[in-house]
Structure formats: structure tokens, C-alpha cells
């Protein structure tokens, strides 16, 4: 079946650091999703991807679609202690197929 | 984006009994799904909710287990049945419209079985 490869597994940030987590996939992605889960939350949708090459921001969040459609990337920059949590990518291979999820990249403040 | 709601948000459960857990969203959406996360874990789809008809499981999930409903377009319920540690998880409701190919997910419920 599908592989969403999601790294960091783990990150420690500090504040005003920027940040950058990846996935990679076997297979070809016609969308890409980037979700945060906060502890006790359900997953928020942060951005979405339609088109290869595509590069998409949300305030200090930018996500790009890779060329070969078989990966994305998700930065945050200069970051913020409300950034710590879970990122999780998605990926859909067709519309209407179930989505695939990475594994999950869990950012965590440097002590 | 749609807003979810789920009911109840946690419980905690004897071995061997079923919890139902509902989910509400404020406007009609093409699909509903029901994903499992383990804890610690990232999420796994349990299964599609098919409007009048009988869900779609992934593999590994089984309708004994796992019933569904989902009566109208905005309304589905999921059951644990027979449930054992094992289940304790979060179950989240998620939907998803065909228009914009974005999918949105419920606050969760927690369930903890004992």
C-alpha cells in the first residue's frame, strides 16, 4: 500500500528559529494537506496543495507541492511557543480517495 | 471550513461494553469518515460513512465491530462494540467535500476502556 515518509519525527525549536519538516511518498499525490494537532485536539487544517510546484502560504507557514508530486514540505519561520504540537502531512492520490497520513512531526520548545 | 461536533468528547468504558460516539456538522458535506489514533500514534481510517447505505471499511475494521450509521448528510454515528483495552484510542470524525477536495476533522473523542 501507500507510504507517507514524515521527517523530523522530533524537533526541538526555540523561539524565532525557523522550522522545516518533509514527506515523502511512493506513490503520486494530486493533493497535499498539512494539519497541526494540539494535546486533547482534533487535527486543524493548515494548508492545502492542488498543484505540482505549488507554493502556499499562511502567515509565517509556507508549504510547497514537489515537482514529482511525491513530496511536500512544510516551514515555519521565526516561530513561536504556540507552534509546539503535532504536524501531520496528508496526501490523495485521486479526489475522493481516503486520505494518507504521515506519520507526524511532534515540535517541541528547547528547554 | 465546516464545524464538527462530537459527542461525547471522552469517556471512560467497562471491558466488554459499547460506546456510541456521534458527529454533527453545521452544513451538508459529500463524505464522511471515522479515523482511529492510537495513543501516540498518527491517524487511521476506520471507515467511509456512506449516506443510506452501509459504510466502507479499511482493512482490519469490520462492521461487527465497527458499526455505523449515517442517517442524513450531516449526521453519522460510529460504535465500539464488545470493547477491550486495546480500543482505547481517540475516534475522530472527519468530512470532506468533493468541491474543494479539502477534509476537515471533529474535536475527537477520547475513550479509555478498562
Known amino acids: 500500500g501507500q507510504q507517507l515518509n514524515q521527517s523530523p519525527q522530533s524537533m526541538f525549536i526555540q523561539e524565532g528559529e525557523d522550522v522545516s519538516m518533509n514527506c515523502t511518498s511512493s506513490s503520486i499525490f494530486n493533493t497535499w494537506l498539512w494539519y497541526k494537532q494540539d494535546p486533547g485536539e482534533g487535527p486543524v487544517l493548515l494548508i492545502a496543495?492542488?498543484?505540482?510546484?505549488e507554493l502556499t502560504s499562511n502567515g509565517r507557514l509556507t508549504a510547497q507541492f514537489g515537482i514529482t508530486r511525491k513530496d511536500s514540505f512544510l516551514n515555519i519561520s521565526a516561530s513561536i511557543p504556540s507552534d509546539v504540537g503535532i504536524y501531520f502531512c496528508a496526501g490523495r492520490e485521486a479526489a475522493g480517495n481516503k486520505l494518507t497520513f504521515g506519520g507526524g512531526t511532534r515540535v517541541l520548545v528547547k528547554p | 471550513s465546516a464545524v464538527i461536533s462530537q459527542k461525547p468528547s471522552r469517556d471512560i468504558c467497562q471491558r466488554g461494553t459499547s460506546l456510541t460516539i456521534q458527529c454533527q456538522v453545521d452544513?451538508?458535506?459529500?463524505?464522511m469518515f471515522w479515523y482511529r489514533q492510537q495513543p501516540g500514534q498518527s491517524l487511521t481510517l476506520i471507515a467511509t460513512a456512506n449516506q443510506g447505505s452501509e459504510a466502507t471499511y479499511e482493512s482490519g475494521f469490520v462492521i461487527d465491530k465497527f458499526p455505523i450509521s449515517r442517517p442524513n448528510l450531516t449526521f453519522s454515528t460510529l460504535t465500539v462494540s464488545n470493547m477491550s483495552p486495546e480500543d482505547s484510542s481517540i475516534y475522530l470524525c472527519s468530512v470532506a467535500s468533493a468541491s474543494t477536495d479539502t477534509q476537515y476533522f471533529g474535536p475527537g473523542t477520547r475513550l479509555t476502556v478498562l
Open positions: 452544513s451538508q458535506v459529500t463524505m
Open positions: 496543495l492542488y498543484k505540482a510546484g
